[in-house]
C-alpha cells in the first residue's frame, strides 16, 4: 500500500463528514483532484464487470448439471481386513457403505446390532479407513491463468437484485462481487456508520485484535524476513464499541496531521501522470481520458519503506450483532436484500438449525481502520458467506479457489502452520511459482462479496469501514458436499465443527422439502451412518453396564460437541457425562472409552424409535413430490 493508496482512503473517510470543517483538511483537498481520488481503483484490482441484465437465466436441469460439474468427489481408501473390535474404529460421515440407500431403519438397527453385541463385521458401512486425506493434485494452470478476474455483476434495479440469474452466479463461481445492490433495493448505509453503533454499544464489552499494518502483498515476521505466519493477538483489555470509534476518530485524526504536514513540505503527492518519485516508488496515475484512474502498489524493491512506518493498529473484528430489537434500524435495512442472501433464509441449510451460531446464521460487525487484516480462511465448515463494505473506505480481497486448498494446505503445514487455527497471509510470489490462481479486488463501499463454500480468502483494509457480514449455505450439492468434507477434516485437524453436521442432516430429514435426488441420496447416506453408529454406540455401553437415561437438559441441538481439546468431535444425540462431577460438560464415546466407560452416565435426546420414524418419513416424503 503505498502513500497514494493513504491518501486517497482519507478523501473517502472525511468527505460528508465533520471532518470537512478541519482546517488542515481544507488544506489537503485544495492540492488534490478530489473527484478523480474517489474513482481511482488500484492498479492490481482484476475484474470482469458484468450487467445482470445480459445474463442468460440457466434452465434447473443445466444448473444442477453445473453444481455437479464442481462438486468434488470423495476418495477414502479402504484398509485391509480386520478381526472386529468390541466397539467400530470410526464412523467416517463420508465412509462408503455397504447397504442400498433404499433401506428402511429398522433394517439399519437389525444389522448394526450384530457388530457390537457378537464383534461382527459391520455389515452398514467401512470403518477400517485411513485417514481423510487431503487433495493436493489439481490441474495445471499456465502462467497467464494464474490472476483470475473477479466477476464482477452490476445491479441496475430490483428486478437484477432479484433475479435468478444472479442466484445462479453466485452459486457457480468461488467469488464474486455485487455492485449497485445497495442503491437498487434502498438500503441506507449511513445507518451503518460507526456512530450509529457507538450508543447502543457503549456498555458491553468486546474482544478485539491487535496487528502489525503493512501493505496487502506482502507480510513480514519479527526479524523483518517475508513469512507466511501472521501475528495477530486479541487485545488483552476489552473495549466497548464506543471506545473502538474513539480509536478509530483518533487514527484518521492522526493520518489528516501526518498529511498535512507532509504536504506543507512538498506540496501533492497526488501526481498528474504516470511518473514516479524521484526515490522510485510508484504515484498515483491520473490521465484525463480514463474514468476510473489506478492506483499502483509499490514495487518490491521499495517494500523496505513500510517496515520504518508500520505501528500497532486495532482491528474491532467479529463483534455479534444477536440482539434484532438492539439493532432494529439496522436489520430492518439488511432484510431488504434478496432472499437468498440473508441469514435466516429458508434457501440457506443453516437455517435449518434450531440455534443461533454467532458469526454463521447471526449477523457480524467488523470494524476496520487502514491495515486491518483478516487473515487467511476457509469459512467454518466451508459454508459460503456474504460481506457487505458499508464503507466509506475501501478493502482489498485476495482468494483462491476451492480445489486448490489441499496445496496451501500443504504450505501451511511444511511451514509448521496450522491450516485452521494459525493465522497466516500467503506469500504471493510461491502462490505463483506452485502454479496456484488467485482472485485480488478492491471491495468499495456499498459492494458485496459473495463466498462461495471452501474459497480461502485473506483480506486487507485499505481504509477506514465497517463490514457487515454472515454465513450461507445455499442447498445444492455442492455447498453440502464440501461442508461434509470439512467436517471430516476437522476432526483429523483437532478442530471443532461449528456446524453439527449429523443433527444438521437430521433436520434436513425432519423439515426440507429435498430439491433433486442428489441432495436427498447425499443425506440419506450421512443418516444411514449416523443411525447405524447410533445403535452401535448405545448397545455398547449397555454392554459395559452403563445406564442410559433420557436427557432433560433444555437443548437446542441433537448434538454436544466434545470438549476434549484434542477431540472436539460432534456426539449425536448422545451426551457422555461424568458421573462424580457437577459439570454438566460433555465428551464423546471414543474418548469416554478411553478415560473409562464406566465413569460416564449417558444422556439420550431422541429415542431411537423416533428417529427411524422421521428416517423412513423422509424417503416417502421425497418420493412423494417426484
Not at 169 to 190: A, F, P
Not at 212 to 228: F, S
Not at 254 to 276: G, H, M, W
Not at 322 to 337: A, G, P, R
Request: proline share 4%.
Amino acid at each position: 500500500m503505498s502513500y497514494n493508496v493513504n491518501q486517497v482512503e482519507l478523501i473517502k473517510a472525511v468527505i460528508g463528514t465533520k471532518h470537512m470543517e478541519d482546517p488542515k483538511v481544507q488544506e489537503i483537498i485544495k492540492k488534490i483532484d478530489v473527484n478523480k481520488c474517489l474513482k481511482s481503483n488500484l492498479k492490481t484490482d482484476n475484474l470482469k464487470k458484468i450487467n445482470i441484465e445480459d445474463i442468460p437465466a440457466k434452465t434447473e436441469l443445466d444448473f444442477k448439471k453445473a453444481i455437479q460439474e464442481m462438486t468434488p468427489a470423495v476418495k477414502i481408501l479402504h484398509k485391509r481386513n480386520h478381526d472386529p473390535t468390541d466397539f467400530p474404529i470410526n464412523c467416517n460421515i463420508l465412509a462408503p457403505l455397504k447397504v442400498p440407500l433404499e433401506i428402511d431403519g429398522e433394517s439399519i438397527l437389525k444389522l448394526a446390532e450384530k457388530r457390537c453385541l457378537t464383534r461382527s463385521e459391520n455389515e452398514i458401512f467401512e470403518e477400517n479407513m485411513y485417514p481423510f486425506t487431503v487433495p493436493k493434485t489439481v490441474e495445471e494452470v499456465s502462467s497467464d491463468h494464474l490472476k483470475i478476474p473477479t466477476p464482477l455483476f452490476v445491479c441496475k434495479n430490483s428486478k437484477d437484485a432479484h433475479s435468478i440469474q444472479l442466484e445462479q452466479m453466485c452459486q457457480l463461481n468461488d467469488i464474486v462481487m455485487v455492485r449497485g445492490l445497495m442503491e437498487s433495493l434502498e438500503i441506507n448505509m449511513e445507518n451503518f456508520k460507526s456512530e450509529m453503533f457507538e450508543d447502543r454499544g457503549s456498555k458491553q464489552t468486546y474482544l478485539f485484535r491487535e496487528q502489525h499494518r503493512m501493505p496487502a502483498h506482502l507480510n513480514y515476521g519479527d526479524d523483518g524476513h517475508v513469512t507466511w505466519r501472521y501475528n495477530s493477538w486479541e487485545n488483552s483489555t476489552k473495549l466497548t464499541l464506543q471506545q473502538y470509534v474513539a480509536h478509530k476518530e483518533e487514527s484518521l485524526k492522526n493520518a489528516i496531521d501526518d498529511e498535512y504536514e507532509y504536504l506543507s513540505k512538498y506540496e501533492s503527492r497526488f501526481v498528474r501522470s504516470a511518473n514516479t518519485t524521484a526515490d522510485g516508488s510508484k504515484k498515483i496515475r491520473l490521465e484525463s481520458e480514463v474514468e476510473e484512474q489506478a492506483v499502483e502498489e509499490a514495487e518490491l524493491d521499495k517494500k523496505e519503506e513500510f517496515i520504518t512506518s508500520t505501528g500497532m493498529i486495532v482491528f474491532g473484528t467479529n463483534v455479534d450483532l444477536l440482539d434484532t430489537k438492539k439493532w432494529e434500524i439496522q436489520f430492518e435495512e439488511l432484510k431488504k436484500l434478496p432472499d437468498f442472501l440473508l441469514w435466516n433464509s429458508a434457501k440457506s441449510c443453516l437455517s435449518y438449525l434450531r440455534r443461533t451460531v454467532p458469526g454463521m446464521n447471526g449477523v457480524q460487525l467488523y470494524m476496520k481502520v487502514p491495515g486491518a487484516r483478516t487473515s487467511a480462511h476457509q469459512e467454518n465448515n466451508n459454508f459460503g458467506s456474504i460481506n457487505i463494505n458499508m464503507g466509506p473506505g475501501d478493502c482489498e480481497w485476495l482468494a483462491c479457489p476451492y480445489k486448490y486448498w489441499g496445496k496451501i494446505e500443504d504450505f501451511c503445514r511444511r511451514k509448521k502452520i496450522n491450516f485452521r487455527i494459525d493465522p497466516f497471509w500467503p506469500v504471493l510470489e510461491d502462490l505463483e511459482k506452485a502454479n496456484i490462481p488467485i482472485y485480488r479486488f478492491s471491495q468499495k463501499a456499498g459492494d458485496l462479496v459473495y463466498l462461495n463454500g471452501g474459497c480461502i480468502h485473506w483480506v486487507q483494509a485499505t481504509g477506514w469501514c465497517n463490514n457487515i457480514s454472515w454465513n450461507i449455505g445455499p442447498i445444492n450439492l455442492f455447498q453440502i458436499r464440501t461442508a461434509l468434507i470439512s467436517y471430516e477434516y476437522n476432526k483429523l485437524a483437532k478442530f471443532e465443527s461449528l456446524i453439527p453436521m449429523q443433527s444438521l442432516a437430521w433436520e434436513f430429514a425432519a423439515k426440507l422439502q429435498f430439491p433433486n435426488k442428489e441432495i436427498f441420496e447425499e443425506i440419506r447416506a450421512v443418516l444411514i451412518r449416523s443411525l447405524a453408529f447410533l445403535k452401535m454406540t448405545l448397545d455398547y455401553v449397555i454392554s459395559q453396564g452403563v445406564k442410559v437415561d433420557k436427557d432433560k437438559r433444555k437443548k437446542n441441538c441433537w448434538s454436544n460437541n466434545c470438549i476434549i481439546k484434542e477431540c472436539k468431535r460432534e456426539s449425536f444425540n448422545l451426551a457422555f457425562v461424568r458421573k462424580k462431577s457437577n459439570s454438566e460438560d460433555n465428551v464423546c464415546v471414543y474418548c469416554a472409552k478411553e478415560m473409562g466407560i464406566r465413569k460416564f452416565k449417558v444422556l439420550q435426546q431422541l429415542p431411537l424409535n423416533t428417529l427411524v420414524e422421521m428416517f423412513d418419513k423422509m424417503k416417502a416424503k421425497f418420493e412423494s413430490s417426484i
